[in-house]
């Protein structure tokens, strides 16, 4: 009967330990997501934040250049440019710019994957 318990109370304590580090890792990779999230997002929003209405689109390209963000112009198509911060297909977002006669009109970020 005393082995009994003995090998129950092993099992369970190594039953615990396992379980902690499988939680351990979940918490470990959730703050990396979070952390490169805000990491990638951030200085797009300070970006998109900061586009002035009713000036002209060629401006915040140059600025978006300037910043070394990725550029894709869809004004022939869709009336629209959009400031990506990164080419990369994981954590990549937007700032979605709206434009009519070569003038921003509105500037929302967005997720783009």
Known sequence: MFKLKLFLIKLITQ???ALLAIAL????????????????????QQFCSEV???????????????HSFFIL???DKYDRVGI???????F?????????NDVVTEAKMVIAD
């Open 52 to 66: 002035e209405l009713n000036k002209p689109v060629s401006d915040v390209i140059t600025l978006a250049e300037g």
């Open 73 to 75: 112009d869809m004004r």
């Open 92 to 100: 990549r977002y937007e700032c979605a710019i709206t434009v009519v």
């Open 15 to 17: 039953l615990a330990k």
């Open 84 to 90: 990506l911060n990164h080419r990369a297909h994981y």
């Open 25 to 44: 890792v979940i918490v470990l990779f959730a703050s990396l997501a979070f952390g490169l999230n805000h990491h990638y997002r951030t200085p797009l």
